[in-house]
Structure formats: structure tokens, C-alpha cells
């Protein structure tokens, strides 16, 4: 068994806002990627395509947490408002993001490991990134 800080990478976005969109995400463990995977959402919204990044990474976390031990989960983003809003600076005002907002944060409450948000340039985003625009050409 692995123990650290897992790092996950989450990116989404959207071709047209709203447009064609998908989201992914990158985990990594003590320098060592454990999972990556992306999904294709249909038309939506950049915003939204950014929370189910997170979510798609969560259904991760939860299938898969016992598989490994970490004290503490680290999510990067490179979406300063969906940061903002998920640790509680800024107010969640659309209606289809409260209701992300609150299934993230149920999601959070299952797993017990502390869980982190941090903002990041998009250039450090890049494999995330990389993979949100290959799910994207694939459609």
C-alpha cells in the first residue's frame, strides 16, 4: 500500500460555451500516475464541464479508495470559479451548478479523507487538459 498525498488533476471544457464538451481527470500518487480518465458530456457549458471533472474523479476516489491509503486529497483546477465556489468564496448563483456543487460536497462526506481545492494556471494543467481535447476530437 501506497500512503501520501493523492494529486489530482481535473480539467473540462467546452468547444462553443455551451458546446460540445467533456471533462477528465489525472491521479497521482507519490509520483506515480494511478488513473486517468475522460468522458464526453454532450452540450454544456464550460462551467459545468469543469464540476464534472471533479465528479468524475470523486466516482474514482470512492470506487477505488481502498486500493491504496492517503492522509489527503488534493484537487488542482484551473478554473478559478468552480474553485471559489467549492471551498465557499464565492456564492453558487445558477441553479444546475448549486445543485454539482451539493452532490460534490456529499461526495466529499463519503470518502473521510480531507479534500482539497486549488486553483492552478492552466499550463500546469496540461495532461487534464490533453485529455479533455482528445475526448473531444474523438466526437
Not at 470523486?58 to 479508495?65: A, P
Not at 445543485?99 to 492552466?122: A, C, G, H, Y
Amino acid at each position: 500500500m501506497q500512503n501520501g498525498v493523492l494529486i489530482i488533476h481535473t480539467d473540462g471544457g467546452s468547444r462553443g460555451n455551451p458546446g460540445p464538451a467533456a471533462c477528465a481527470f489525472v491521479a497521482e500518487l507519490d509520483g506515480k500516475v494511478l488513473a486517468e480518465k475522460s468522458k464526453y458530456l454532450d452540450i454544456t457549458t464550460n462551467n459545468i464541464a469543469e464540476y464534472q471533472g471533479v465528479l468524475l474523479a470523486l466516482d474514482w476516489l470512492l470506487e477505488n479508495s481502498k486500493s491504496f491509503k492517503t492522509t489527503e486529497v488534493i484537487f488542482f483546477l484551473d478554473s478559478e470559479l468552480v474553485v471559489k465556489q467549492l471551498t465557499g468564496f464565492y456564492r453558487v448563483k445558477k441553479p444546475e451548478l448549486q445543485t454539482l456543487n451539493l452532490i460534490i460536497k456529499k461526495k466529499i462526506e463519503e470518502i473521510s479523507i480531507k479534500v482539497n481545492f486549488q486553483n492552478i494556471p492552466r499550463e500546469q494543467n496540461k495532461e487534464a487538459d490533453r485529455l479533455v481535447n482528445e475526448e473531444l476530437d474523438l466526437q
